[in-house]
Nanobody
Framework: VQLVESGGGLVQPGGSLRLSCATS????????MSWHRQAPGKERELVAT????????NYADSVKGRFTISRDNAKKTVYLQMNSLKPEDTAVYFC?????????WGQGTQVTVSS
């Protein structure tokens, strides 16, 4: 099983980034997918989720209206479009795949929002 995040980097406040999480080794379309983040000295927090098949989405209040999660089952990839980025969005962003009891994580990608 592999989950590989990409697309992180340094961006100015107000800017945009698109994160990708390419997966392999499991039946992607059957899994609920999510993005989480962890800032220095803080606990990991859930950012956004998208369910299997129906693709229903949910967001943390802190990112609603700015972030969009999506998935491409044919490419076995989940995305996080991040707009209007703020310094408080700075964190390592992790991709997660869950079909209980299975729970898989990527290694994370750094997002830094700074002028």
């Amino acid at each position: 099983v592999q989950l590989v995040e990409s697309g992180g980097g340094l961006v100015q406040p107000g800017g945009s980034l698109r994160l990708s999480c390419a997966t392999s080794g499991f039946s992607f379309s059957e899994y609920d997918m999510s993005w989480h983040r962890q800032a220095p000295g803080k606990e990991r927090e859930l950012v956004a989720t998208i369910t299997s098949f129906r693709g229903s989405t949910n967001y943390a209040d802190s990112v609603k209206g700015r972030f969009t999660i999506s998935r491409d089952n044919a490419k076995k990839t989940v995305y996080l479009q991040m707009n209007s980025l703020k310094p408080e969005d700075t964190a390592v962003y992790f991709c997660n795949a869950r079909l209980r009891p299975r729970d898989y994580w990527g290694q994370g990608t750094q997002v830094t929002v700074s002028s």
